[in-house]
């Protein structure tokens, strides 16, 4: 009989007995409890013949459980340790699981994916993410769990001081919402802080060429957010009437535009 990791007493068990501590280096909190896990399942609206992306599988608690609705699931580990364990827990199971770092990864052995689910090592969210959204594959939407103040502030809208570079790139893409907390006691070990979910789709991707462009401003824009565009952006000669059609003011600052502004700004220079 395969452990039960999906109650705190067996999966304390099964981790004894395998001689595994989890590794806080590499952002180890398993979410062991199915009401949670489904909660993500329901977010990301995972339907069979869904091609689901995950990083960070861990032991496959979310793993298995997509697999279950009928995903398709191509995951990334980076820990053997964990890995290793995957044919004594789910014997015959259908998921392609690479013991890689993800963030080393060639997106060519991900690009048939057509969701992104995963609950997040907390130390490289924003490493993941960038990556995820730069790599010009037509991802229907992304679905992270996260600690709970990233997620709310990765959510935040222009005008609040949280309000970065990241925000405006995944707002451009789609709407960008936290959806829901998910409390310390649902993983093991405990995390200090709640988690939550955020989920942005459905994406409507930009063509790439313009994708690139956009990406670049809003970068080189909030790396002088007190500035006005008119000189943070000025390495990237827009001129005055590419503005003008865009309909941007050559003034504002960039947390006070519309994400959408600079997707304007790329299309007109
Ligand atoms: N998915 C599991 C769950 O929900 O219980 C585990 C999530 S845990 C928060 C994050 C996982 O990401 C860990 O298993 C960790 O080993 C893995 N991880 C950390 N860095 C990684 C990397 N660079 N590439 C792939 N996986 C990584």
Same mark, same amino acid.
Request: with cysteine; aromatic share 8%; glycine share 4%.
């Given at each position: 009989?395969?452990? @039960?990791?999906y109650?705190?007493a067996?999966l304390?068990?099964?981790?004894?007995?395998?001689?595994?501590q989890?590794?806080?280096?590499l952002g180890q909190?398993?979410? $062991?409890?199915?009401?949670?896990l489904?909660?993500? &399942?329901?977010s990301?609206?995972?339907q069979p013949n869904?091609h689901?992306?995950?990083i960070?599988?861990g032991?496959?608690?979310?793993?298995?459980?997509?697999?279950?609705?009928g995903?398709?699931?191509?995951?990334?580990e &980076? @820990?053997?340790r964990l890995?290793?364990?995957?044919?004594?827990?789910?014997?015959?199971t259908?998921?392609?699981?690479r013991?890689?770092d993800? #963030?080393?990864a060639?997106?060519?052995?991900?690009?048939?994916?057509t969701?992104?689910?995963? *609950? =997040?090592?907390?130390? &490289?969210?924003k490493?993941? %993410?960038t990556?995820?959204?730069?790599?010009n %594959?037509?991802f229907?939407?992304?679905t992270?769990t996260?600690?709970?103040? /990233?997620? #709310?502030?990765?959510?935040?809208?222009p005008? @609040?001081?949280?309000y970065g570079?990241?925000?405006?790139? #995944?707002?451009?893409l789609g709407?960008?919402?936290? !959806?829901?907390?998910?409390?310390?006691?649902?993983?093991?070990p405990r995390?200090?802080?709640?988690?939550? &979910?955020?989920?942005?789709?459905? %994406?409507t991707?930009?063509?790439?060429?313009?994708?690139?462009?956009?990406q670049q401003?809003?970068k080189?824009? $909030?790396s002088?957010?007190?500035?006005?565009l008119?000189?943070?952006?000025?390495?990237l000669?827009?001129? +005055?009437?590419?503005?003008?059609q865009? *309909?941007v003011?050559?003034t504002?600052r +960039?947390? /006070?535009? @519309?994400?959408h502004?600079? #997707? =304007? !700004?790329?299309?007109?220079?």
């Amino acid at each position: 009989m395969t452990a @039960d990791i999906y109650h705190l007493a067996s999966l304390k068990e099964f981790l004894e007995k395998n001689e595994l501590q989890a590794k806080r280096s590499l952002g180890q909190n398993f979410l $062991f409890h199915k009401r949670e896990l489904q909660k993500i &399942i329901a977010s990301a609206d995972i339907q069979p013949n869904d091609h689901v992306l995950e990083i960070g599988s861990g032991l496959g608690h979310l793993t298995r459980m997509m697999e279950e609705a009928g995903a398709k699931v191509t995951a990334y580990e &980076i @820990d053997q340790r964990l890995t290793s364990l995957w044919p004594e827990l789910y014997p015959g199971t259908k998921t392609e699981i690479r013991n890689q770092d993800f #963030l080393q990864a060639d997106p060519k052995d991900y690009s048939s994916c057509t969701k992104v689910v995963a *609950n =997040l090592p907390y130390y &490289i969210v924003k490493e993941i %993410i960038t990556k995820l959204i730069s790599t010009n %594959i037509p991802f229907r939407s992304l679905t992270f769990t996260l600690q709970k103040e /990233e997620a #709310l502030r990765l959510a935040q809208k222009p005008g @609040d001081p949280r309000y970065g570079a990241l925000n405006a790139m #995944l707002q451009i893409l789609g709407p960008t919402e936290c !959806l829901s907390t998910i409390k310390q006691d649902n993983f093991y070990p405990r995390p200090h802080i709640d988690s939550a &979910i955020l989920k942005i789709g459905p %994406i409507t991707w930009p063509d790439p060429p313009t994708w690139a462009v956009t990406q670049q401003l809003i970068k080189t824009a $909030f790396s002088q957010r007190r500035k006005q565009l008119q000189t943070s952006l000025k390495p990237l000669n827009i001129t +005055p009437e590419a503005f003008a059609q865009a *309909n941007v003011s050559p003034t504002s600052r +960039p947390e /006070e535009l @519309d994400p959408h502004s600079f #997707l =304007l !700004l790329a299309q007109s220079f």
